[in-house]
């Protein structure tokens, strides 16, 4: 499944996923920037989840901690997120 096309506030609150569903290491689609980046959960509890995230193309990081509306299940591997679970 490739990043989602809906701004997340066009999501149905309804599809969307509680933060708490989300696990450690599970990779994920996080809204930054006017963009969905591919990412990777740090820590979740029913409020929040913390993530590390590439911000649109770019080697670097970000980590940040977002709201349910802000992520989004992931499949693809992302090369520079993912290795490590190889």
């Known amino acids: ?5 809906l701004n ?11 933060t708490d ?3 450690p290491a599970d990779p994920v689609w996080v809204y930054r920037g006017g ?3 591919a990412g990777v959960v740090e820590t979740a509890s ?3 989840a913390t ?8 080697r670097g990081t970000g980590v940040d901690t ?3 509306p ?8 992302d090369p520079m997120l993912d290795k490590a679970k190889r």
């Not at 499944?1 to 096309?5: D, F, L, V």
């Not at 993530?51 to 770019?58: H, L, Q």
């Open 1 to 5: 499944m490739p990043a989602p096309i």
């Open 8 to 18: 997340p506030s066009q999501r149905d609150p309804r599809d969307v996923d509680p």
């Open 21 to 23: 569903h989300y696990h």
């Open 35 to 37: 963009t969905w980046c």
């Open 46 to 48: 029913a409020g929040a």
């Open 51 to 58: 993530v590390t995230y590439r911000p649109s193309g770019s």
């Open 66 to 68: 977002i709201t349910a």
């Open 70 to 77: 802000y992520v989004f299940p992931r499949m693809e591997t």
